[in-house]
């Protein structure tokens, strides 16, 4: 009768970040930005066991040849990842790799630790720690477009209020950050945010009152709140309000039916802005596929707005790490 041996491995995440290449965050060596999430916590081993490891890109934008490195401490265990890599993952995506852990005659007995990294073409190899509080704020002093406000919007969901600060700061004003700050006010999820963001509806201008009613939306602010702005004359305005409605909670046939439209508008932000509430609410493929066409064009500015929609509704669907 064959000798069984089982071996509890208890799954170390070692997220494997770089100083170099493009992404706009690179510095951040947070795990909220690239998430691996292995399907099983502890794994019983029968000399070999096989289960998957999920990994989302959580950046706004592309990466590419992602790989997921695994390496079990003690020896006598063997580990074989599949794929070796994905060519390209966008904003938001997720996709998972194939593990076989298998153990060598003779490995001893108890439990081991399976640590977990990724690498990627713009994500380096260098291991790193996560970033303290004080480091995700110095960084949001320096950088380029968005990855301040990424900082910053990480320092929220870690309940700092100097990330708040921050990008209320940045909402205020009228440079490239603004509309960033202002989506990532609404994407944080702190509700003590909304007076400053309905002060914000004040400001006439429609780009402005588009992306501030979207983040009342995400915060699920009031039906009140959005009702002056659904019949405005400025397609972005409106169409944002309507989105933002359905974003708060509303998922009549009626609500639903006058987003819809906004999917085919000649106006790329409307198609992201109608898209984002279909999809993070209704799951709407439709509404993703219009994202994702969005996200494709050359131009930085729609590429951000169409990543802030893509992350958002993805996390919405994986579960937070334990």
């Not at 990424?150 to 600060?165: N, P």
């Not at 501030?212 to 709140?225: C, F, I, M, N, Y």
Request: aromatic share 8%; with cysteine.
């Amino acid at each position: 009768m064959r000798k069984v041996h089982r071996w509890g491995l208890a799954v170390v995440l070692v997220a494997c970040f770089g100083a170099s290449g493009h992404l706009c965050n690179n510095i951040y060596r947070t795990p909220d930005r690239i998430i691996v999430k292995p399907e099983k916590q502890q794994v019983s081993l029968d000399r070999a066991d096989k289960f998957r490891v999920f990994v989302q890109n959580n950046y706004h934008t592309y990466i590419h040849r992602l790989r997921l490195t695994a390496d079990v401490e003690g020896g006598g265990v063997n580990v074989t990842v599949t794929p070796k890599e994905f060519r390209e993952l966008k904003a938001g995506e997720r996709v998972s790799f194939d593990l076989e852990v298998t153990a060598e005659a003779g490995a001893a007995k108890g439990p081991r630790a399976l640590k977990l990294g990724v690498t990627s073409q713009e994500v380096g190899f260098i291991p790193l720690q996560q970033a303290t509080n004080d480091e995700l704020f110095e960084a949001t002093k320096y950088g380029n477009y968005c990855g301040p406000v990424m900082s910053a919007e990480t320092l929220v969901k870690r309940k700092d209020e100097r990330g708040m600060v921050k990008l209320q700061g940045w909402a205020r004003g009228s440079g490239d950050y603004e509309s960033r700050a202002t989506r990532a006010i609404g994407k944080a999820g702190d509700p003590s945010a909304i007076a400053f963001l309905r002060g914000q509806l004040a400001n006439p201008n429609g780009w402005k009152r588009g992306n501030t009613l979207l983040a009342l939306g995400l915060l699920k602010d009031v039906p009140e709140t959005f009702a002056p702005y659904v019949d405005n004359r400025d397609d972005f305005v409106r169409y944002s309000a309507l989105a933002a409605l359905v974003l708060a909670g509303d998922k009549s046939d009626a609500a639903v039916a006058k987003v819809k439209p906004g999917l085919t508008h000649d106006d790329v932000y409307v198609r992201i802005a109608c898209g984002w509430a279909l999809a993070a609410i209704l799951r709407d493929k439709a509404a993703v596929d219009v994202i994702d066409a969005a996200f494709k064009q050359n131009s930085p500015q729609i590429r951000v707005m169409a990543g802030d929609a893509l992350v958002d509704i993805a996390e919405r669907q994986l579960p937070p790490l334990k």
